[in-house]
């Protein structure tokens, strides 16, 4: 069955410290992933979008991965701030752009 | 200034009624979408519209009908409520659909409580 499955759990970090959130997906062929964040009682917001014969980008502290091998993208926030502290989802756009696949997030807390 | 807003933000109504959430975004964007966020936050994509035509009905019950009067704007009307109805819908749109298509920029979302 297709899957996008990313930590259940909330991330708890220190500030200052690099935090990393984990994207899985099965069975499915991504033409592209995207990274949002969704504060509560908000729509998400777009962060960074990595195409499938890419590996790695970047944006100020952010950086995220992509191995279609492995079927993982990695999300990195460096130097983390407790203003980072939000839900970050995860988001497959199928070959063909017709549809994006949200995974249900990962809830980051920032602790000053 | 708002890129993608959506009214009502809250919505209660009784089990059976009708309801309408309208949308509009100001980008100039081509494609527009409906999302339903249920309560485990799952954020699933119901429709798809691009220059007013249907791109995707994603198994959504004939109960949901939207409607595109023009590239700016789609709403979403929901026939006969039921409980399970209740979620937060998000609207969104963005520039291009297929192979160029880009992030999406989403409104604040419409908390639809069905009592």
């Known amino acids: 069955s297709q899957k996008i499955e990313q930590n259940s759990e909330a991330l708890n970090i220190q500030e200052g410290k690099t935090a990393t959130l984990t994207c899985n997906y099965t069975?499915?062929?991504?033409?592209?992933l995207q990274w949002y964040r969704q504060d509560p009682g908000r729509g998400p917001v777009f962060l960074l979008l990595?195409?499938?014969?890419?590996k790695e980008k970047r944006k100020e502290r952010l950086k995220v991965t992509f191995d279609t091998t492995l079927k993982q993208s990695l999300f990195h926030i460096t130097a983390s701030q407790p203003a980072d502290s939000a839900t970050y989802l995860c988001a497959l756009t199928l070959t063909g752009g017709f549809k994006t696949i949200f995974g249900a997030g990962t809830r980051l807390f920032v602790k000053a | 200034d708002t890129a993608v807003s959506q009214t009502p933000k809250y919505l209660v109504t009784q089990m059976g009624n009708d309801k309408s959430i309208k949308c509009e975004q100001n980008?100039?964007?081509?494609?527009m979408y409906w999302y339903k966020q249920d309560s485990k936050k799952f954020l699933k994509i119901m429709f798809s519209y691009n220059n007013k035509e249907l791109i995707i009905n994603e198994t959504v019950p004939n109960r949901f009908s939207p409607k595109s009067p023009d590239k700016a704007h789609l709403n979403l009307h929901i026939n006969s409520l039921e409980l399970g109805d209740s979620a937060v819908y998000f609207c969104?749109?963005?520039?291009?659909?297929?192979?160029?298509?880009?992030?999406?920029?989403f409104g604040q979302g419409t908390r639809l409580t069905v009592v």
């Open positions: 069975n499915y062929s991504p033409a592209y």
């Open positions: 980008l100039g964007h081509d494609t």
């Open positions: 969104a749109s963005s520039q291009e659909y297929g192979q160029g298509a880009t992030e999406a920029f």
């Open positions: 990595i195409r499938e014969n890419e």
